[in-house]
């Protein structure tokens, strides 16, 4: 069965200082995508990436960063130089390819204190 | 583009009330969500569709919750009697591509009170 694992329930950290989001997840298929989104103080839930279990490239995109790791089973985020306009809740998502189900983890919940 | 429009965007009713969410996704997406967010339990799916056919229900916690959607730019999720332990965040999401495959895009969300 699919799992996804934030242990990290809520993080505060200062602004300017980096921070790493963890996720971990569990699936018995090869064939997989992951996800992490944001949901701001709004509400709404924005999607912010998407991998596929073959391809285990960190990625970049301005402050934001994925580390991807297949043997730990883990999908971490990190936010460098970090602003308050990122305090948000932020989930990490699993979906089996074939299975349209993503599930989400339970979030975490970011703050950052000017 | 208009995005995923849900309405209400907030309901306080009594319990034992029917409660109807309404959800239009974006235009020309094959795949159609509900899901319900607390406290507790974090972001759960409840049912989702594909080219209007409902495809798994199993998130649906019991009879009293149904969903519908009748055409490509309507779904409803229906809650008849309500108790105070559905007061969550509903949230509708559409998505291009069969779920699985693509981003989902939220709608802003409708929360719902039982008293």
């Known amino acids: 069965a699919q799992k996804v694992t934030q242990a990290q329930t809520e993080i505060s950290v200062v602004e300017k200082e980096d921070v790493t989001l963890d996720c971990v997840y569990e699936t018995r298929d090869t064939t997989y995508y992951l996800f992490w989104y944001k949901q701001p103080p709004s509400g709404e839930l924005v999607f912010l990436i998407r991998r596929n279990s073959f391809d285990e490239q960190n990625e970049i995109s301005g402050r934001y960063s994925w580390n991807f790791q297949k043997s730990t089973s883990s999908f971490n985020f990190t936010i460098t130089a970090s602003q308050v306009v990122d305090s948000a809740v932020y989930f990490c998502a699993l979906s089996e390819v074939g299975d349209d189900k993503i599930i989400f983890g339970k979030g975490t919940r970011l703050h950052i204190l000017p | 583009d208009a995005g995923v429009i849900q309405s209400p965007r907030h309901e306080v009713t009594e319990m034992g009330q029917e409660v109807t969410l309404r959800c239009k996704p974006i235009?020309?997406?094959?795949?159609l969500f509900w899901y319900r967010q607390t406290m507790m339990r974090g972001l759960e799916l409840l049912i989702y569709f594909n080219n209007n056919v409902p495809i798994d229900d199993s998130g649906m916690p019991e009879d009293r919750f149904s969903a519908k959607m009748p055409n490509a730019s309507f779904s409803t999720l229906k809650i008849q009697p309500s108790e105070p332990r559905d007061s969550a965040v509903y949230f509708c999401?559409?998505?291009?591509?069969?779920?699985?495959?693509?981003?989902?895009?939220f709608g802003e969300g409708s929360r719902l009170t039982v008293l």
């Open positions: 235009s020309g997406h094959n795949s």
């Open positions: 999401a559409s998505s291009r591509d069969r779920g699985s495959t693509g981003e989902l895009f």
